[in-house]
């Protein structure tokens, strides 16, 4: 069985996250999107919404689990049986550091193989960062994350 791994942050997902679960799921048998717990960031969305909107907007496709993990990917890997990382490149800039980092897993782990998917070209400007600074502004998101996200995100803003 083909067991993958989808890492990232997810603060919050977008348009152009779930675009990479939806052809990554029909790649491989099972999909863990795992979301980074990570200390040193001080994210928007805490750990448990930030896993909760994932699994309300992946409901429907059965292969998708969405967990939660902390400390090395190599690792979490080799814990979860996967033998697949699966990373977006949107840009000739998110390469260099991709590929540093495969290369790096290799070296720890040769059984796990990281599997880049270029971005769709309508998410290609798409990025967590981006979809916050808009919202902040109070400016329209609706081109970058799905319709019941929309306003818990706005929520975050006016707190
Ligand atoms: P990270 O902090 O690990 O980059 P992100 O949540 O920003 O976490 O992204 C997780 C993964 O999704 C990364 O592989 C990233 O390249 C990919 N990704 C982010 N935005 C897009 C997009 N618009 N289209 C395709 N892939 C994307």
Redesign the pocket.
Known sequence: MRRAI??????PV????L??IVRSAKIVDELIVAV?INSAKNPLFSIEERVSMLEEMTKDIPNVKIQSFEGLLIEYAREKEANLII????AVT?FEY?LQIAQTNRIVNSQVDTLF?A??LE??????TIVREVASYGGDISHFVPGPLIERIYAKYKQ
């Open positions: 989808y890492p990232g942050s997810f603060d977008t348009y152009g996250h675009d990479m980074l990373r977006g490149l949107r998110d991709e998917l971005t769709s998410y290609a400007y798409l990025s967590s």
